[in-house]
């Protein structure tokens, strides 16, 4: 299993460009990076999801090196309601049968200031 | 909204007694996901199946939890003779399966053991 490593916590102004760094050296060929984020009392919500380079959403960019050891989620001008927990995920359960390869850290408790 | 519902939110047992609770996945979803997330920490996995199939059980998952999903649709985990320590947020998630995974979570139920 790919082990990631991310800041226990971030503090943030509103109004910022949060970066978030993941290292997650022992990534395998086929995995695939994925990012949650989590309210108090609720279930993670999927930001955003990649494998290589940068990808964007109407929430977020993911930045991924060439070497895919690691990764940057960025979330542009926070908010106070940005406050959450994010969760780094690395691997994927492929089609057919197969061992489970997702797990969750402990996450990044990200609090915006205003 | 079409999203993973579980049933029901909150549950308060004594210890000693079975719960049961309910998740509805995602309706295209074929592949459906149970966690537990204690305070403090993500979610860690305890099963999954695959339609009815289920592939995969995690060590967490003792001889007093147990998970169904008759007809591939909604899936049921029961907790016998519940104990203290069992006291947790249980997730349910849901996804199609593809090259890549994404899961989508419910809202959970939270169980407190007295």
């Known amino acids: 299993l790919a082990k990631t490593t991310q800041p226990i916590s971030m503090d943030s102004y509103e109004g910022q460009e949060v970066n978030i760094t993941c290292s997650h050296n022992n990534i395998a060929t086929n995995d695939y990076i994925t990012w949650y984020q989590q309210f108090p009392s609720q279930g993670p919500r999927f930001i955003i999801q990649g494998y290589k380079t940068k990808v964007t959403n109407e929430v977020a960019s993911l930045f991924i090196p060439a070497d895919r050891k690691s990764s940057t989620l960025s979330l542009p001008r926070v908010s106070l309601s940005d406050t959450a927990v994010y969760y780094c995920?690395?691997?994927?359960?492929?089609?057919?049968?197969?061992?489970?390869?997702?797990?969750f850290g402990k996450g990044t408790k990200l609090s915006v200031i205003p | 909204d079409t999203g993973v519902s579980q049933d029901p939110r909150h549950k308060i047992t004594k210890r000693g007694q079975n719960v049961t609770f309910r998740c509805d996945p995602i309706s295209e979803h074929n592949r459906l996901y149970w966690y537990r997330q204690t305070l403090g920490q993500g979610p860690e996995f305890l099963t999954y199946?695959?339609?009815?199939?289920?592939?995969?059980k995690s060590r967490l998952l003792s001889d007093r939890f147990s998970a169904e999903r008759p007809k591939g649709s909604f899936s049921t985990l029961e907790i016998q003779r519940t104990e203290q320590g069992d006291s947790a947020m249980y997730l349910c998630a849901s996804s199609w399966p593809a090259g890549r995974e994404t899961q989508y979570f419910g809202p959970g139920t939270r169980l407190l053991v007295l």
């Open positions: 995920l690395v691997g994927g359960v492929y089609s057919g049968a197969g061992s489970y390869q997702l797990t």
């Open positions: 199946f695959q339609n009815e199939a289920q592939l995969e």
